[in-house]
């Protein structure tokens, strides 16, 4: 494979550049889209995923909207736009803030649009720069990191959220090591982290999702960092559909449990996590696994007993009281000390 | 699939049958094992697996080997087989009390051998019956239980321990539904017991192992039964990978959490669960799966990134202070009442 950069989305003009995530690990290919629609289906279908990438995905989505959008419709077709793309994926954060800054920008005008839509991306990845340098101070020598899902550089345009600290530590010579949890049903961890990690030389192994507890009781895992999809006015998070039971288990073995996420994920207009939204995906991602073959062919085959249904749901949210702090680009915040981040 | 009864081991002579449970869900097939060693290859490779079923099979081993010793080497012989058999599993309590009661036996005779092994494999069949019966008194009209990996009839000879007391409640027409969790990484969840369930016509949707404590924070779980490997005095109990962590999280919600399993599983010469050897197996059980494909085949699929390794703890030990009860045949106890099991 060749990876020019570790960057998850970018843009040239009008075209939205992305690398293919549900081909990886397997290939790395990189997905080009010319239209709003084009990007929102990239986005519904998780060809690119994770908090920011779907805040960048969205902002430039907005913008080749805005682009798109003839004279004497303008106002119909950018609405209708900002729907269709807020759609895609209920329960990210990043997405609704993305649309909402350059619909607005829009308002100046279209050059102003675009520019936005740039800044949002650029935004986020200045914030995962920060949050790996703030992270970092709290990966010791030695360090051994459970992380769920994944928030790497993939998930966030560039450096990664919960990922960045451990991509910092290891710049610095720390010998750390990384659990990764499996992160069923979609296993993003053992192919998306899994390979960020590999392609970075940072030592890691996959586990089950069922053997994080395992390791926490034997004293193998000093701190769980993992990444968020959105954040309410109280720290309630809703991540990967697992992240629950790791913040829980943590607790009860007094590890410290960090979330690490960008301002943009944080949405003060919702109080606690009640009001966030679960999305529940096709129960085929829980019966089908996706993987290669013998002679290298990706195939999908059925991994569980015919009769039977499974349950989907994509996210979960973790209550704050589970939660020993937040890595933002401003700061290690505890849940209660949330509100800086609505301070300019 | 024609399946005649719903017993997962038996013997006819010195021949050995067992339902092949590798291929299960995709086909129904019998297993037959002529000599010990085939036995012992068959618990090792799982083809029989499951607590109960595993102390059948090891019964039966034990008494193959009693069956086949030459007369003028019959001691050495049957020594090395069962240090053969008990290599299999090491985690599996029933497994070395089964070698254990037929390899006395044989001292008196090899007639008082085979009855033996038949002995064995009844009890746990007919503990379980007790099990179920027992059990049921817990669940209540519309309960909603959270299962984990398979403690069926498959793993148990017959009937069950953690399914026991759900295909009591069914055939009682109580409204049950019962969460499977997938169980990686051997899915023995979506795999087993989701077809023992659809088998049965018993209510039930399966679901990665990172959901239970999301639909268990939304009230939707009111009690959660597994099996067990091997429990030590105290209370202590090693069962799939996985348990560990689901206990500790019903315990946050207060949800009652149960184990199902005969006195055999029982190991009162060990105090606390530390002294519990749990077996570490092959890494690619976490990094390929195997399933149907479209034209009906049975593949096996990388599912995990390429250049990285797992770590594949078979088993874990919940601590007992996570364990509401014990359902065994004998009674529905606390973990401090266990003592009551090793009176007669």
């Given at each position: 494979?060749n990876?020019?950069?570790?960057?998850?989305?970018?843009?040239?003009?009008s075209?939205?550049?992305?690398?293919?995530?549900?081909?990886?690990?397997?290939?790395?290919e990189?997905?080009?889209?010319?239209?709003?629609?084009?990007?929102?289906?990239?986005?519904?279908?998780?060809?690119?995923r994770?908090a920011g990438?779907?805040?960048?995905?969205a902002?430039?989505?907005m913008?080749?909207?805005?682009?798109e959008?003839?004279?004497?419709?303008?106002?119909?077709?950018?609405?209708?736009?900002?729907?269709?793309?807020?759609?895609?994926?209920?329960?990210?954060?990043?997405?609704f803030?993305?649309?909402?800054?350059v619909?607005?920008?829009?308002k100046?005008?279209?050059q102003?649009?675009?520019?936005?839509?740039?800044?949002?991306?650029?935004?986020?990845?200045?914030s995962?720069?920060?949050i790996g340098i703030l992270g970092?101070t709290?990966?010791?020598?030695?360090?051994?990191?459970?992380?769920?899902?994944n928030?790497?550089?993939?998930a966030?345009?560039?450096?990664?959220?919960?990922?960045?600290?451990?991509?910092?530590?290891?710049?610095h010579?720390?010998?750390?090591f990384?659990?990764?949890?499996?992160?069923r049903p979609?296993?993003?961890g053992a192919?998306?982290?899994?390979?960020?990690?590999?392609q970075?030389?940072v030592?890691?192994?996959?586990?089950a999702?069922?053997?994080?507890?395992?390791?926490?009781?034997?004293?193998?895992?000093?701190?769980?960092?993992?990444?968020?999809?959105?954040?309410?006015?109280?720290?309630?998070?809703?991540?990967?559909?697992?992240?629950?039971?790791?913040?829980?288990?943590?607790?009860?073995f007094e590890?410290p449990?960090?979330?690490?996420?960008?301002?943009?994920?944080?949405?003060f207009s919702i109080?606690?996590?009640?009001?966030?939204?679960i999305?529940?995906r096709?129960?085929?991602?829980?019966?089908?696994?996706?993987?290669?073959d013998?002679?290298?062919?990706i195939k999908?085959?059925?991994?569980?007993?015919?009769?039977s249904?499974?349950?989907n749901?994509?996210?979960?949210?973790?209550?704050?009281?589970?939660?020993?702090g937040?890595?933002?680009?401003?700061?290690?915040?505890?849940?209660?000390?949330?509100m800086?981040?609505?301070?300019?």
């Open positions: 494979m990876i020019e950069k570790n960057i998850a989305i970018w843009a040239k003009g075209t939205v550049l992305m690398v293919e995530q549900n081909k990886l690990p397997f290939s790395y990189i997905y080009e889209s010319k239209t709003y629609k084009q990007t929102a289906i990239a986005i519904k279908t998780m060809i690119t994770g990438s779907i805040g960048a995905a902002a430039f989505a913008m080749q909207a805005i682009i959008a003839p004279d004497n419709n303008f106002q119909e077709y950018i609405n209708n736009a900002k729907k269709e793309i807020e759609a895609t994926r209920p329960t990210a954060r990043d997405l803030a993305a649309t909402e800054r619909y607005n920008a829009s100046i005008s279209i102003n649009a675009i520019d936005e839509a740039f800044l949002v991306t650029k935004e986020i990845s200045d995962c720069k920060n970092n709290l990966l010791k020598n030695d360090a051994r990191i459970l992380t769920h899902c928030a790497g550089w993939l966030l345009v560039e450096h990664g959220s919960a990922l960045a600290p451990i991509y910092e530590a290891h710049k010579k720390k010998n750390i990384v659990y990764v949890n499996e992160t979609r296993s993003q192919r998306l982290t899994a390979w960020e990690l590999n970075a030389n030592k890691h192994a996959i586990i999702d069922n053997a994080a507890a395992w390791y926490m009781l034997q004293n193998k895992i000093d701190i769980v960092i993992t990444g968020a999809d959105r954040i309410a006015a109280n720290g309630d998070t809703a991540n990967k559909i697992g992240t629950l039971e790791k913040a829980i288990v943590a607790k009860e590890i449990f960090y979330i690490a996420a960008p301002s943009s994920t944080f949405d109080k606690t996590g009640n009001q966030i939204i999305e529940e096709n129960p085929e991602e829980v019966l089908y696994q996706k993987g290669l013998q002679n290298g062919d999908t085959i059925r991994v569980a007993s015919e009769g249904t499974a349950l749901p994509a996210f979960d949210v973790t209550p704050y009281k589970y939660i020993t937040f890595i933002t680009e401003k700061g290690i915040l505890k849940p209660e000390e949330l800086v981040l609505t301070q300019t």
